[in-house]
């Protein structure tokens, strides 16, 4: 009987210990993959969109951004119109709590960004807002995902720039593949930490993939003297348009489809990648995107000279 006490003792001991430690113990910081393209009409969104439910599936918490200033891309695929977007929380209207859209599968998503180039006018009062704001959110969060416009402009520089990971999506199309090469040129030119990985998107098989990834990274590594990683292939998948159709990510609406098991492929291969020793999670990235678009200070030890007009 005395015995059986203890037992519990020891349980409820344990038990409280292991409360404590996840109470007390410095969270760990939320990590950023911003998805991206050098060419548009590749599949960032709908990837950036299944690969949040992905993660979300596997009981992250997750939380899209819409950074694409043109296009309201998840917006649209959702079927979703959202009232407010980040340019209020700018300009002091709203917290970034109250623009938080509720997506499915407990996916939260930060409507399309536009006036993040107003950040970079923002007062010292405004902006510490911000960030004690987004120190907040980053305890509620495993994963921010970045869904960015196509190109190079200074806009989505800043989120290639300042993100830990970054996937940079192409289809086996020259085009596609030529404006890749130009990014990651940029990147090159701008001292990038970030790891950088290739999808390739809408192949035929995988041994097209496969091809088309060996391709870039040769031209890649030869004349940029960069080597770049492969995060993975997506096959060109009529379930993709028909769960648009439907105002659904592809992932949810057919999760079984050959996409959709890819897309799940490679959410764990990334779920496996070793954080850097020095994450800095969803605050450090904000900074960096504010002081990279006010052009002072250093995007991560590089020099940052970027102005948009030049790249
Ligand atoms: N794997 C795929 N298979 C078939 N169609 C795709 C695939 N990925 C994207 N698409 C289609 O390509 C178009 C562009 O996709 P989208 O995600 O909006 O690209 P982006 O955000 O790069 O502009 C959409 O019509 C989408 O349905
Ligand atoms: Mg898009």
């Known amino acids: 009987m005395n015995d059986q006490a203890e037992k519990l003792r020891l349980l409820a001991k344990s038990l409280q210990e292991k409360i404590h430690k996840q109470i007390f113990s410095p969270p760990t910081p939320c990590r950023v993959i911003t998805v991206t393209s050098g060419k548009g009409g590749v599949g960032k969104t709908n990837l950036a969109l299944a690969l949040s439910l992905a993660f979300a599936m596997q009981k992250y918490r997750v939380i899209l951004m819409d950074a694409d200033m043109g296009l309201a891309n998840v917006d649209v695929i959702l079927g979703i119109v959202p009232k407010h977007n980040l340019s209020h929380v700018i300009r002091g209207e709203k917290t970034i709590r109250d623009i938080i859209h509720e997506g499915p599968g407990g996916l939260k998503i930060i409507p399309s960004a536009s006036g993040v180039e107003e950040l970079a006018n923002l007062d010292a009062t405004l902006l510490t807002k911000l960030l004690d704001e987004i120190a907040v959110l980053e305890r509620s969060f495993d994963y921010l995902i970045i869904d960015t416009g196509a190109g190079i402009s200074r806009q989505v520089m800043a ?75 997506i096959p060109s998948d009529r379930a993709v348009e028909e769960a648009v159709r439907r105002n659904q990510s592809f992932i949810t609406a057919f999760p079984r489809a050959p996409a959709s098991l890819n897309v799940i492929k490679i959410a764990s291969s990334l779920g496996d990648f070793t954080p850097p020793e020095s994450p800095h999670g969803m605050q450090g990235f904000i900074k960096q995107i504010i002081s990279f678009l006010q052009g002072r200070g250093s995007v991560r030890e590089g020099r940052m000279d970027l102005d948009g007009r030049r790249a």
């Open 159 to 233: 989120f290639i720039l300042a993100a830990e990971d970054i996937l940079l999506v192409t289809t086996p199309d020259p085009t596609a593949l030529a404006d890749a090469y130009g990014l990651i040129k940029v990147f090159k030119k701008h001292h990038g930490k970030g790891r950088l990985r290739l999808i390739v998107n809408m192949v035929r098989s995988e041994q097209e993939g496969r091809e088309v990834a060996q391709r870039l990274a040769k031209v890649v590594s030869q004349f940029l003297k960069f080597e770049i990683d492969v995060a993975g292939y």
